[in-house]
Protein backbone atom coordinates (compact mmCIF):
# COMPACT_ATOMS: atom_id res chain seq x y z
CA UNK A 1 0.00 0.00 0.00
CA UNK A 2 3.26 2.12 0.61
CA UNK A 3 1.47 3.98 3.79
CA UNK A 4 2.50 3.02 6.83
CA UNK A 5 -0.53 2.34 9.25
CA UNK A 6 -1.37 5.07 12.20
CA UNK A 7 -0.43 3.56 15.51
CA UNK A 8 -1.32 5.57 18.30
CA UNK A 9 -0.43 4.75 21.54
CA UNK A 10 -3.24 6.78 23.09
CA UNK A 11 -4.85 8.80 25.20
CA UNK A 12 -6.39 11.71 27.76
CA UNK A 13 -8.27 12.84 30.11
CA UNK A 14 -11.42 12.83 30.77
CA UNK A 15 -9.29 11.60 33.86
CA UNK A 16 -4.75 9.08 38.44
CA UNK A 17 -3.31 9.13 41.77
CA UNK A 18 -1.33 7.58 44.50
CA UNK A 19 0.92 7.79 47.44
CA UNK A 20 2.07 4.99 44.78
CA UNK A 21 4.65 2.58 45.15
CA UNK A 22 7.34 2.83 42.07
CA UNK A 23 6.94 0.59 39.69
CA UNK A 24 7.48 -2.99 40.93
CA UNK A 25 10.98 -4.15 40.59
CA UNK A 26 11.57 -6.70 38.06
CA UNK A 27 14.27 -9.12 38.43
CA UNK A 28 13.23 -11.10 35.34
CA UNK A 29 12.75 -8.51 32.60
CA UNK A 30 11.73 -11.59 30.01
CA UNK A 31 9.27 -12.66 32.15
CA UNK A 32 7.87 -8.71 32.42
CA UNK A 33 8.12 -8.46 28.50
CA UNK A 34 5.84 -11.55 28.48
CA UNK A 35 3.20 -10.06 30.85
CA UNK A 36 2.95 -6.88 28.59
CA UNK A 37 3.05 -9.39 25.21
CA UNK A 38 -0.10 -11.50 27.04
CA UNK A 39 -1.89 -8.10 27.49
CA UNK A 40 -1.25 -6.70 23.91
CA UNK A 41 -1.92 -9.65 22.36
CA UNK A 42 -5.72 -10.19 24.26
CA UNK A 43 -6.44 -6.35 23.33
CA UNK A 44 -5.57 -7.01 19.81
CA UNK A 45 -7.91 -9.77 20.00
CA UNK A 46 -11.01 -8.20 22.83
CA UNK A 47 -14.26 -7.91 21.24
CA UNK A 48 -16.70 -5.23 23.41
CA UNK A 49 -19.95 -5.93 25.16
CA UNK A 50 -22.94 -4.91 23.30
CA UNK A 51 -24.75 -4.39 26.44
CA UNK A 52 -24.45 -4.85 30.33
CA UNK A 53 -25.98 -8.62 29.93
CA UNK A 54 -22.23 -10.14 31.17
CA UNK A 55 -23.29 -8.29 34.50
CA UNK A 56 -26.68 -8.79 34.87
CA UNK A 57 -25.88 -12.78 34.28
CA UNK A 58 -28.25 -13.63 37.61
CA UNK A 59 -28.31 -17.42 37.98
CA UNK A 60 -30.39 -17.28 41.22
CA UNK A 61 -34.39 -15.90 41.63
CA UNK A 62 -32.84 -15.86 45.45
CA UNK A 63 -32.06 -12.33 46.76
CA UNK A 64 -29.63 -12.63 49.69
CA UNK A 65 -28.44 -9.49 52.28
CA UNK A 66 -24.99 -8.27 51.77
CA UNK A 67 -25.30 -6.28 55.25
CA UNK A 68 -25.77 -3.02 56.74
CA UNK A 69 -23.43 -0.39 56.99
CA UNK A 70 -23.36 3.42 57.89
CA UNK A 71 -22.36 4.28 53.84
CA UNK A 72 -22.77 2.73 50.73
CA UNK A 73 -20.40 4.30 47.82
CA UNK A 74 -21.05 3.20 44.32
CA UNK A 75 -18.32 3.67 42.01
CA UNK A 76 -14.93 3.06 43.28
CA UNK A 77 -13.58 5.42 40.16
CA UNK A 78 -11.67 8.95 40.97
CA UNK A 79 -14.50 10.07 43.42
CA UNK A 80 -15.45 6.70 45.27
CA UNK A 81 -11.98 5.47 46.03
CA UNK A 82 -11.41 9.38 47.45
CA UNK A 83 -14.89 9.28 49.48
CA UNK A 84 -13.92 5.63 50.71
CA UNK A 85 -10.77 6.66 52.16
CA UNK A 86 -11.78 9.58 53.77
CA UNK A 87 -15.17 9.24 55.43
CA UNK A 88 -12.83 5.76 56.72
CA UNK A 89 -11.01 8.01 58.87
CA UNK A 90 -13.86 7.97 61.07
CA UNK A 91 -13.47 5.12 62.88
CA UNK A 92 -16.73 4.45 63.80
CA UNK A 93 -18.37 4.74 60.10
CA UNK A 94 -18.63 1.54 58.33
CA UNK A 95 -18.20 1.84 54.63
CA UNK A 96 -19.40 -0.51 51.72
CA UNK A 97 -17.81 0.57 48.73
CA UNK A 98 -19.20 -1.17 45.34
CA UNK A 99 -17.56 -1.68 41.80
CA UNK A 100 -18.68 -2.76 38.82
CA UNK A 101 -15.66 -3.96 37.45
CA UNK A 102 -12.52 -5.57 38.72
CA UNK A 103 -9.17 -4.38 40.05
CA UNK A 104 -6.43 -2.76 37.86
CA UNK A 105 -3.07 -4.38 37.48
CA UNK A 106 0.85 -3.27 36.60
CA UNK A 107 -0.25 -3.71 33.19
CA UNK A 108 -2.76 -0.74 33.04
CA UNK A 109 -0.27 0.67 35.40
CA UNK A 110 1.52 1.73 32.43
CA UNK A 111 0.37 4.95 30.89
CA UNK A 112 2.05 4.58 27.28
CA UNK A 113 -0.17 1.56 27.31
CA UNK A 114 -3.61 3.70 28.08
CA UNK A 115 -4.96 2.78 23.83
CA UNK A 116 -4.76 -1.41 24.73
CA UNK A 117 -6.75 -0.91 28.33
CA UNK A 118 -9.50 0.63 26.15
CA UNK A 119 -9.72 -2.38 24.33
CA UNK A 120 -10.24 -4.77 27.61
CA UNK A 121 -13.10 -5.30 30.14
CA UNK A 122 -11.57 -2.70 32.30
CA UNK A 123 -13.51 -0.09 29.73
CA UNK A 124 -17.44 0.03 29.81
CA UNK A 125 -17.73 -0.06 25.96
CA UNK A 126 -19.46 2.89 25.39
CA UNK A 127 -20.27 4.36 22.30
CA UNK A 128 -22.85 7.40 21.53
CA UNK A 129 -25.41 7.45 19.82
CA UNK A 130 -25.57 8.05 15.89
CA UNK A 131 -24.56 11.77 15.36
CA UNK A 132 -25.50 14.58 12.63
CA UNK A 133 -23.23 17.32 13.36
CA UNK A 134 -19.96 15.53 14.45
CA UNK A 135 -18.60 12.06 14.75
CA UNK A 136 -18.91 11.44 11.01
CA UNK A 137 -15.82 9.57 10.16
CA UNK A 138 -16.82 7.03 13.01
CA UNK A 139 -18.30 3.45 12.29
CA UNK A 140 -22.39 4.69 12.07
CA UNK A 141 -21.58 7.70 12.80
CA UNK A 142 -20.53 7.05 16.29
CA UNK A 143 -17.67 7.86 18.90
CA UNK A 144 -16.85 5.65 21.28
CA UNK A 145 -16.82 7.37 24.53
CA UNK A 146 -14.16 5.26 26.84
CA UNK A 147 -15.16 5.13 30.44
CA UNK A 148 -13.21 2.81 33.14
CA UNK A 149 -15.18 -0.12 34.87
CA UNK A 150 -12.32 -1.30 36.87
CA UNK A 151 -11.20 -0.22 40.34
CA UNK A 152 -9.67 3.40 40.18
CA UNK A 153 -12.92 3.83 37.56
CA UNK A 154 -11.33 6.35 34.26
CA UNK A 155 -8.91 7.61 36.38
CA UNK A 156 -6.95 3.70 35.98
CA UNK A 157 -7.43 4.29 31.99
CA UNK A 158 -7.10 7.80 31.41
CA UNK A 159 -3.92 9.76 30.45
CA UNK A 160 -3.63 11.08 34.18
CA UNK A 161 -2.93 14.78 33.24
CA UNK A 162 -3.59 16.97 35.73
CA UNK A 163 -5.00 20.32 34.45
CA UNK A 164 -7.05 21.84 37.10
CA UNK A 165 -8.70 25.18 35.03
CA UNK A 166 -8.79 28.54 35.60
CA UNK A 167 -10.05 30.19 38.87
CA UNK A 168 -12.77 32.11 36.80
CA UNK A 169 -13.92 28.47 36.20
CA UNK A 170 -15.04 28.05 40.06
CA UNK A 171 -16.02 31.45 39.94
CA UNK A 172 -18.84 31.06 37.33
CA UNK A 173 -19.62 27.71 39.53
CA UNK A 174 -20.54 30.07 42.37
CA UNK A 175 -22.40 32.31 40.38
CA UNK A 176 -24.75 29.47 39.58
CA UNK A 177 -25.89 29.27 42.86
CA UNK A 178 -23.33 27.06 44.39
CA UNK A 179 -22.18 29.03 47.59
CA UNK A 180 -19.00 27.31 48.75
CA UNK A 181 -17.45 26.43 45.56
CA UNK A 182 -15.41 29.14 44.34
CA UNK A 183 -11.52 28.94 43.49
CA UNK A 184 -10.51 30.12 46.83
CA UNK A 185 -12.62 28.04 48.37
CA UNK A 186 -11.65 24.68 46.67
CA UNK A 187 -7.81 25.39 46.39
CA UNK A 188 -7.47 23.62 49.91
CA UNK A 189 -9.25 20.52 48.70
CA UNK A 190 -6.89 20.68 45.18
CA UNK A 191 -3.69 20.97 47.87
CA UNK A 192 -4.72 18.25 50.32
CA UNK A 193 -4.88 15.66 47.54
CA UNK A 194 -1.66 16.62 46.32
CA UNK A 195 2.07 15.98 46.60
CA UNK A 196 3.66 18.06 43.65
CA UNK A 197 7.64 16.77 43.35
CA UNK A 198 8.37 18.85 40.30
CA UNK A 199 10.39 22.09 40.05
CA UNK A 200 10.14 24.86 39.51
CA UNK A 201 5.82 25.25 40.08
CA UNK A 202 3.96 27.77 42.14
CA UNK A 203 4.62 26.69 45.77
CA UNK A 204 1.26 28.12 47.26
CA UNK A 205 -0.62 26.51 44.27
CA UNK A 206 0.10 23.19 45.28
CA UNK A 207 0.50 20.48 48.33
CA UNK A 208 3.27 18.85 49.52
CA UNK A 209 1.46 15.90 51.67
CA UNK A 210 -1.20 14.72 49.96
CA UNK A 211 -1.77 11.00 48.27
CA UNK A 212 -1.45 12.31 45.19
CA UNK A 213 1.81 12.61 43.18
CA UNK A 214 2.13 15.18 40.25
CA UNK A 215 5.08 15.20 38.45
CA UNK A 216 6.62 16.34 34.99
CA UNK A 217 8.52 13.77 33.31
CA UNK A 218 12.11 14.58 31.47
CA UNK A 219 11.38 15.66 27.74
CA UNK A 220 11.65 13.57 24.67
CA UNK A 221 15.24 14.89 23.24
CA UNK A 222 15.02 17.54 21.49
CA UNK A 223 11.46 18.50 21.66
CA UNK A 224 11.00 21.27 23.42
CA UNK A 225 13.31 23.40 21.20
CA UNK A 226 11.10 22.67 18.37
CA UNK A 227 8.08 23.65 20.43
CA UNK A 228 8.78 26.03 22.58
CA UNK A 229 10.63 28.16 19.69
CA UNK A 230 8.26 28.07 17.48
CA UNK A 231 4.93 28.92 19.79
CA UNK A 232 7.23 31.86 20.93
CA UNK A 233 7.64 33.08 17.59
CA UNK A 234 4.00 32.93 17.46
CA UNK A 235 3.57 35.28 20.45
CA UNK A 236 2.68 32.19 23.11
CA UNK A 237 5.26 32.13 26.16
CA UNK A 238 6.07 29.55 28.24
CA UNK A 239 4.37 28.67 31.69
CA UNK A 240 5.84 26.64 34.04
CA UNK A 241 3.11 25.92 36.30
CA UNK A 242 -0.40 26.36 34.77
CA UNK A 243 -1.88 25.38 37.95
CA UNK A 244 -0.75 28.40 39.72
CA UNK A 245 0.10 31.19 37.15
CA UNK A 246 -2.85 31.10 35.68
CA UNK A 247 -2.33 32.71 32.30
CA UNK A 248 -2.18 31.31 28.75
CA UNK A 249 0.79 29.88 26.41
CA UNK A 250 2.97 27.04 26.17
CA UNK A 251 3.82 24.28 29.46
CA UNK A 252 4.84 21.07 30.27
CA UNK A 253 2.44 18.96 30.83
CA UNK A 254 1.77 17.78 34.85
CA UNK A 255 0.52 14.08 35.31
CA UNK A 256 -0.71 12.19 38.14
CA UNK A 257 2.57 9.79 38.45
CA UNK A 258 5.09 8.64 40.91
CA UNK A 259 8.03 7.89 39.21
CA UNK A 260 6.96 5.58 35.95
CA UNK A 261 3.93 4.37 37.40
CA UNK A 262 0.60 5.45 36.25
CA UNK A 263 -1.16 6.80 39.67
CA UNK A 264 -4.87 6.17 39.80
CA UNK A 265 -7.70 7.08 42.92
CA UNK A 266 -7.20 3.32 43.64
CA UNK A 267 -3.59 3.26 43.73
CA UNK A 268 -3.69 6.22 45.77
CA UNK A 269 -6.73 6.24 48.00
CA UNK A 270 -7.19 2.67 48.77
CA UNK A 271 -4.01 1.01 48.52
CA UNK A 272 -2.42 3.12 51.19
CA UNK A 273 -5.43 2.07 53.20
CA UNK A 274 -6.21 -1.84 53.24
CA UNK A 275 -5.66 -2.88 56.34
CA UNK A 276 -8.72 0.04 57.38
CA UNK A 277 -11.38 -2.61 58.89
CA UNK A 278 -13.98 -0.39 58.51
CA UNK A 279 -14.01 -0.30 54.89
CA UNK A 280 -15.68 -3.19 52.86
CA UNK A 281 -14.62 -3.46 48.82
CA UNK A 282 -17.01 -5.55 46.72
CA UNK A 283 -15.81 -5.77 42.77
CA UNK A 284 -17.40 -7.01 40.29
CA UNK A 285 -20.60 -5.55 41.87
CA UNK A 286 -22.88 -3.90 39.76
CA UNK A 287 -25.67 -1.99 40.91
CA UNK A 288 -29.09 -1.82 39.66
CA UNK A 289 -31.18 0.14 41.51
CA UNK A 290 -30.90 2.52 45.12
CA UNK A 291 -33.85 2.03 47.32
CA UNK A 292 -35.62 4.90 47.84
CA UNK A 293 -39.08 4.44 49.70
CA UNK A 294 -40.56 7.69 51.02
CA UNK A 295 -38.29 9.57 49.18
CA UNK A 296 -35.20 8.32 51.48
CA UNK A 297 -32.70 6.56 50.51
CA UNK A 298 -32.23 3.02 52.24
CA UNK A 299 -29.66 0.82 50.24
CA UNK A 300 -28.87 -0.55 46.99
CA UNK A 301 -29.50 -3.50 44.68
CA UNK A 302 -26.34 -5.12 43.44
CA UNK A 303 -25.74 -8.37 41.23
CA UNK A 304 -22.60 -9.63 42.19
CA UNK A 305 -21.12 -13.26 40.93
CA UNK A 306 -24.73 -14.22 39.51
CA UNK A 307 -26.45 -13.16 42.83
CA UNK A 308 -28.72 -10.16 43.42
CA UNK A 309 -27.55 -8.97 46.82
CA UNK A 310 -29.46 -5.97 49.41
CA UNK A 311 -27.26 -3.84 50.89
CA UNK A 312 -28.57 -1.40 53.76
CA UNK A 313 -27.35 2.00 54.64
CA UNK A 314 -27.63 4.05 57.89
CA UNK A 315 -26.61 7.36 57.07
CA UNK A 316 -26.38 7.29 53.49
CA UNK A 317 -26.18 6.01 49.47
CA UNK A 318 -24.12 8.31 48.18
CA UNK A 319 -23.18 7.69 43.93
CA UNK A 320 -20.08 7.94 42.28
CA UNK A 321 -20.56 6.15 39.70
CA UNK A 322 -19.53 8.56 36.90
CA UNK A 323 -21.38 10.99 34.70
CA UNK A 324 -22.82 7.70 32.51
CA UNK A 325 -23.62 5.43 35.02
CA UNK A 326 -24.72 7.33 38.05
CA UNK A 327 -27.89 9.24 35.68
CA UNK A 328 -28.54 5.71 34.84
CA UNK A 329 -28.91 4.65 38.04
CA UNK A 330 -30.72 7.55 39.46
CA UNK A 331 -33.09 6.98 36.38
CA UNK A 332 -33.71 3.38 37.28
CA UNK A 333 -34.45 4.20 40.81
CA UNK A 334 -37.21 6.80 39.86
CA UNK A 335 -35.19 10.02 40.09
CA UNK A 336 -35.25 11.72 36.77
CA UNK A 337 -37.03 13.56 33.78
CA UNK A 338 -40.80 12.28 34.65
CA UNK A 339 -41.65 12.25 30.69
CA UNK A 340 -38.87 10.12 30.17
CA UNK A 341 -39.00 7.69 32.90
CA UNK A 342 -42.98 7.71 32.06
CA UNK A 343 -42.34 6.69 28.88
CA UNK A 344 -40.15 3.48 30.08
CA UNK A 345 -42.80 2.58 32.84
CA UNK A 346 -40.49 3.59 35.23
CA UNK A 347 -42.32 4.74 38.53
CA UNK A 348 -41.62 8.20 39.19
CA UNK A 349 -40.51 9.02 43.01
CA UNK A 350 -38.55 12.39 41.66
CA UNK A 351 -38.78 14.52 38.84
CA UNK A 352 -35.42 16.06 38.08
CA UNK A 353 -33.43 17.27 34.81
CA UNK A 354 -30.90 14.04 35.44
CA UNK A 355 -28.74 13.33 32.60
CA UNK A 356 -30.14 16.49 30.85
CA UNK A 357 -27.68 19.31 29.88
CA UNK A 358 -24.69 17.21 29.49
CA UNK A 359 -21.49 19.08 28.68
CA UNK A 360 -18.10 17.98 27.19
CA UNK A 361 -14.97 19.28 25.54
CA UNK A 362 -14.81 18.24 21.83
CA UNK A 363 -11.71 16.50 20.57
CA UNK A 364 -10.00 16.76 17.54
CA UNK A 365 -6.86 14.02 17.07
CA UNK A 366 -6.20 14.18 13.42
CA UNK A 367 -3.18 16.71 13.22
CA UNK A 368 0.21 15.70 12.91
CA UNK A 369 3.07 16.97 11.69
CA UNK A 370 6.36 15.52 9.89
CA UNK A 371 10.01 16.55 10.45
CA UNK A 372 13.22 15.30 9.59
CA UNK A 373 14.28 14.17 13.07
CA UNK A 374 14.06 10.74 14.11
CA UNK A 375 12.59 10.85 17.81
CA UNK A 376 11.74 7.25 18.57
CA UNK A 377 12.89 4.26 16.75
CA UNK A 378 12.26 1.51 19.18
CA UNK A 379 11.37 -2.24 19.41
CA UNK A 380 9.05 -3.46 22.19
CA UNK A 381 11.63 -3.90 24.29
CA UNK A 382 13.70 -1.08 24.09
CA UNK A 383 10.90 0.45 25.26
CA UNK A 384 10.24 -1.29 27.94
CA UNK A 385 13.98 -1.23 29.33
CA UNK A 386 13.42 3.00 28.66
CA UNK A 387 10.28 2.36 30.92
CA UNK A 388 11.43 1.11 34.08
CA UNK A 389 14.57 3.74 34.07
CA UNK A 390 11.22 6.36 34.12
CA UNK A 391 12.60 7.14 30.42
CA UNK A 392 9.62 7.82 27.47
CA UNK A 393 8.07 6.96 25.34
CA UNK A 394 6.07 4.77 27.74
CA UNK A 395 5.89 6.23 30.56
CA UNK A 396 2.99 8.86 29.33
CA UNK A 397 0.81 9.21 26.28
CA UNK A 398 1.11 11.23 23.57
CA UNK A 399 0.49 14.96 25.60
CA UNK A 400 3.75 16.19 26.27
CA UNK A 401 3.30 19.87 25.97
CA UNK A 402 -0.13 21.46 26.84
CA UNK A 403 -1.15 24.61 25.11
CA UNK A 404 -3.85 26.74 26.36
CA UNK A 405 -5.14 29.81 24.18
CA UNK A 406 -7.45 32.89 24.87
CA UNK A 407 -8.41 34.75 21.70
CA UNK A 408 -8.94 37.63 23.42
CA UNK A 409 -7.06 38.12 26.68
CA UNK A 410 -3.88 35.99 27.30
CA UNK A 411 -4.76 36.46 31.38
CA UNK A 412 -8.08 35.46 31.13
CA UNK A 413 -9.34 31.38 31.01
CA UNK A 414 -8.24 29.81 28.22
CA UNK A 415 -10.91 29.17 25.29
CA UNK A 416 -8.93 26.07 23.72
CA UNK A 417 -6.03 23.45 24.57
CA UNK A 418 -3.74 22.25 22.50
CA UNK A 419 -1.60 18.91 23.47
CA UNK A 420 1.52 17.87 21.32
CA UNK A 421 3.61 14.80 22.30
CA UNK A 422 4.74 11.46 20.67
CA UNK A 423 2.26 8.37 19.74
CA UNK A 424 3.89 4.90 21.30
CA UNK A 425 5.71 3.77 17.44
CA UNK A 426 3.89 -0.18 18.64
CA UNK A 427 0.80 0.96 19.63
CA UNK A 428 -2.35 0.09 18.27
CA UNK A 429 -4.25 1.25 15.32
CA UNK A 430 -6.60 4.40 15.19
CA UNK A 431 -9.62 2.54 13.98
CA UNK A 432 -9.19 -0.21 17.20
CA UNK A 433 -9.25 2.69 19.23
CA UNK A 434 -11.65 5.19 18.27
CA UNK A 435 -13.72 2.91 16.04
CA UNK A 436 -13.07 5.04 12.92
CA UNK A 437 -14.01 3.62 9.43
CA UNK A 438 -11.20 2.00 8.84
CA UNK A 439 -10.11 3.50 5.43
CA UNK A 440 -8.21 6.13 7.36
CA UNK A 441 -5.81 3.49 8.59
CA UNK A 442 -4.91 3.80 4.77
CA UNK A 443 -5.31 7.36 4.14
CA UNK A 444 -2.96 8.92 7.20
CA UNK A 445 0.53 8.04 6.48
CA UNK A 446 1.48 8.65 10.06
CA UNK A 447 5.57 7.96 10.35
CA UNK A 448 5.72 7.40 13.89
CA UNK A 449 9.81 7.70 14.06
CA UNK A 450 9.58 11.08 13.01
CA UNK A 451 6.21 12.46 13.31
CA UNK A 452 4.13 14.00 16.11
CA UNK A 453 0.69 14.48 16.91
CA UNK A 454 -1.66 17.26 18.12
CA UNK A 455 -5.13 17.03 19.93
CA UNK A 456 -7.31 19.86 19.82
CA UNK A 457 -9.97 20.37 22.75
CA UNK A 458 -12.69 23.41 22.88
CA UNK A 459 -12.84 23.85 26.40
CA UNK A 460 -16.20 26.32 26.75
CA UNK A 461 -18.44 24.76 23.97
CA UNK A 462 -22.11 25.91 24.00
CA UNK A 463 -23.51 22.55 22.15
CA UNK A 464 -25.21 20.43 25.16
CA UNK A 465 -26.19 16.73 24.97
CA UNK A 466 -27.75 14.03 27.01
CA UNK A 467 -27.53 10.90 29.09
CA UNK A 468 -30.93 8.68 28.93
CA UNK A 469 -31.98 5.12 29.27
CA UNK A 470 -32.87 2.73 26.67
CA UNK A 471 -35.06 0.94 28.13
CA UNK A 472 -35.95 0.12 31.83
CA UNK A 473 -33.09 -2.95 31.95
CA UNK A 474 -30.20 -2.31 33.78
CA UNK A 475 -28.63 -4.82 30.73
CA UNK A 476 -29.29 -2.02 28.20
CA UNK A 477 -26.48 0.56 28.02
CA UNK A 478 -27.85 3.81 28.39
CA UNK A 479 -27.81 6.26 25.27
CA UNK A 480 -24.82 8.87 25.20
CA UNK A 481 -25.29 11.69 22.72
CA UNK A 482 -22.35 14.15 22.98
CA UNK A 483 -23.98 16.47 19.84
CA UNK A 484 -21.10 17.95 19.17
CA UNK A 485 -21.20 21.56 17.34
CA UNK A 486 -24.86 21.29 17.41
CA UNK A 487 -25.46 25.31 18.65
CA UNK A 488 -26.85 27.45 16.15
CA UNK A 489 -24.92 29.99 15.41
CA UNK A 490 -21.63 27.86 14.93
CA UNK A 491 -19.58 29.04 17.68
CA UNK A 492 -18.42 25.97 18.70
CA UNK A 493 -16.55 24.59 15.60
CA UNK A 494 -15.26 27.99 14.59
CA UNK A 495 -13.66 28.24 17.83
CA UNK A 496 -12.07 24.94 17.06
CA UNK A 497 -11.25 25.95 13.24
CA UNK A 498 -9.40 29.37 14.76
CA UNK A 499 -7.19 26.82 16.81
CA UNK A 500 -6.74 24.62 13.57
CA UNK A 501 -5.80 28.14 12.15
CA UNK A 502 -2.48 28.25 14.66
CA UNK A 503 -1.69 24.71 14.14
CA UNK A 504 -1.39 25.36 10.55
CA UNK A 505 0.95 28.55 11.60
CA UNK A 506 3.24 26.40 13.22
CA UNK A 507 4.75 25.69 10.06
CA UNK A 508 5.10 29.14 9.01
CA UNK A 509 7.52 29.61 11.76
CA UNK A 510 11.34 29.75 11.38
CA UNK A 511 11.70 27.05 14.03
CA UNK A 512 9.21 24.62 12.31
CA UNK A 513 11.17 25.52 8.80
CA UNK A 514 14.49 24.96 10.11
CA UNK A 515 13.83 21.22 11.45
CA UNK A 516 11.77 20.19 8.00
CA UNK A 517 8.89 20.22 10.39
CA UNK A 518 5.35 20.84 8.39
CA UNK A 519 1.90 19.78 9.14
CA UNK A 520 0.25 17.02 7.27
CA UNK A 521 -2.66 17.44 5.88
CA UNK A 522 -5.51 14.18 6.09
CA UNK A 523 -7.04 12.83 3.25
CA UNK A 524 -10.68 13.04 3.89
CA UNK A 525 -12.64 11.89 0.91
CA UNK A 526 -16.17 12.72 1.97
CA UNK A 527 -14.56 16.33 2.54
CA UNK A 528 -12.03 16.19 -0.22
CA UNK A 529 -15.21 15.73 -2.73
CA UNK A 530 -17.21 18.74 -1.39
CA UNK A 531 -14.58 21.56 -0.47
CA UNK A 532 -11.59 23.17 -1.93
CA UNK A 533 -8.72 21.50 0.73
CA UNK A 534 -7.00 23.68 3.25
CA UNK A 535 -10.31 25.89 3.17
CA UNK A 536 -11.99 26.79 6.35
CA UNK A 537 -15.58 25.13 4.77
CA UNK A 538 -12.99 22.42 4.33
CA UNK A 539 -12.02 22.17 7.54
CA UNK A 540 -15.07 22.71 8.93
CA UNK A 541 -15.94 19.73 7.46
CA UNK A 542 -13.05 17.61 8.57
CA UNK A 543 -13.24 18.63 12.41
CA UNK A 544 -17.33 17.28 12.04
CA UNK A 545 -15.67 13.50 11.14
CA UNK A 546 -12.76 12.75 13.82
CA UNK A 547 -14.33 13.64 17.18
CA UNK A 548 -13.31 12.39 20.66
CA UNK A 549 -14.74 12.93 24.62
CA UNK A 550 -14.09 12.38 27.70
CA UNK A 551 -14.84 15.00 29.72
CA UNK A 552 -18.38 15.04 30.21
CA UNK A 553 -19.89 16.53 33.03
CA UNK A 554 -23.30 18.59 34.19
CA UNK A 555 -25.31 15.32 34.19
CA UNK A 556 -26.61 15.87 37.86
CA UNK A 557 -25.59 19.42 38.28
CA UNK A 558 -25.45 21.10 41.37
CA UNK A 559 -27.41 24.00 41.88
CA UNK A 560 -30.12 25.82 43.71
CA UNK A 561 -32.90 25.61 41.18
CA UNK A 562 -34.62 21.61 40.33
CA UNK A 563 -35.34 22.90 36.98
CA UNK A 564 -31.67 22.73 36.06
CA UNK A 565 -29.75 20.98 38.90
CA UNK A 566 -29.82 17.47 40.59
CA UNK A 567 -27.63 18.39 43.64
CA UNK A 568 -27.35 21.05 45.92
CA UNK A 569 -24.05 23.02 46.68
CA UNK A 570 -23.70 20.05 49.37
CA UNK A 571 -24.64 17.40 46.36
CA UNK A 572 -27.34 16.22 48.08
CA UNK A 573 -30.23 14.64 45.52
CA UNK A 574 -32.85 17.59 45.56
CA UNK A 575 -36.15 16.36 47.62
CA UNK A 576 -34.48 12.83 48.16
CA UNK A 577 -33.19 12.39 52.21
CA UNK A 578 -29.65 10.19 52.73
CA UNK A 579 -28.63 10.41 48.65
CA UNK A 580 -26.01 12.32 47.28
CA UNK A 581 -24.22 12.12 44.28
CA UNK A 582 -20.22 12.70 44.09
CA UNK A 583 -18.48 12.50 40.66
CA UNK A 584 -17.58 14.70 37.56
CA UNK A 585 -21.44 14.89 37.14
CA UNK A 586 -22.30 17.49 39.54
CA UNK A 587 -19.54 20.09 37.81
CA UNK A 588 -22.04 22.32 36.53
CA UNK A 589 -20.32 23.60 33.73
CA UNK A 590 -16.74 22.56 31.97
CA UNK A 591 -14.12 24.14 33.17
CA UNK A 592 -10.50 25.36 31.13
CA UNK A 593 -8.85 21.97 31.64
CA UNK A 594 -9.32 18.13 32.53
CA UNK A 595 -11.90 16.54 35.05
CA UNK A 596 -9.81 14.21 36.87
CA UNK A 597 -8.20 16.98 39.35
CA UNK A 598 -11.65 18.55 39.80
CA UNK A 599 -13.32 15.41 40.41
CA UNK A 600 -10.67 13.85 42.94
CA UNK A 601 -11.52 18.09 44.22
CA UNK A 602 -14.83 17.12 44.88
CA UNK A 603 -14.74 14.32 46.52
CA UNK A 604 -12.28 15.74 49.22
CA UNK A 605 -14.90 18.71 49.52
CA UNK A 606 -17.71 16.17 49.75
CA UNK A 607 -16.09 14.57 52.21
CA UNK A 608 -15.69 17.17 54.63
CA UNK A 609 -19.35 18.40 53.64
CA UNK A 610 -20.58 14.59 55.19
CA UNK A 611 -18.49 15.17 58.15
CA UNK A 612 -19.95 18.84 58.81
CA UNK A 613 -23.39 17.72 58.59
CA UNK A 614 -22.96 14.71 60.69
CA UNK A 615 -21.19 16.92 63.41
CA UNK A 616 -17.83 15.03 63.26
CA UNK A 617 -14.73 17.07 63.89
CA UNK A 618 -12.11 16.51 61.55
CA UNK A 619 -8.26 18.23 60.31
Not at 57 to 68: H, I, L, R
Not at 138 to 163: D, E, L, P
Not at 288 to 297: E, G, P, R, W, Y
Amino acid sequence: MGHLKIMWGFFLFIPDILLCKGFADHTNFEEFVKMVERNISASKKYVGPTDNSKLVNVTSSTSYEFGTFDFIIIGAGAAGSVLANRLTEVKQWTVLLLEAGGSDNEFSDILGFQAYVYNSDMDWGYNSTTQKTCCLGGINQQCRYHRGKVRGGSSTINAAMYVRGHPEDYGRWEELGNAGWSYKDVLPYFKKSEKAVFAPRIQNSHGDNGYLYVDIPHSTPGFDPLIFGAFEELGLHKINDYNGEYVNGISKTQFALKKNKRCSTSRAFLDTIRNRKNLEVSLNSFVTKISIVNKTAHGVEFVKDGKVYTAKARKEVISSAGSVNSPQILMLSGVGPRKHLEDLKIPVIQDLPVGQNSQDHPLFMMLHYRTNTTFYNLTLKEELKLYLQNQRPLITGPHETVILINFQNSSRRADVEMALGFPDPTGPTLTSIFQFDPIYNELLDIRPQTDFIGIISQLHPKSRGSVTLKSNDPRDMPLVNPNFFSDEDGYDIEMMYRAIRISERLSETETFKNNGATLVYPKVPPCDNLHERKSREWWHCVLRQFNWFGHQIATTSMGNDTRTSVVNARLLVHGIRKLRVVDAGVIPEEISGHTYAPTVMVAEKAADLIKEDFQIRYK
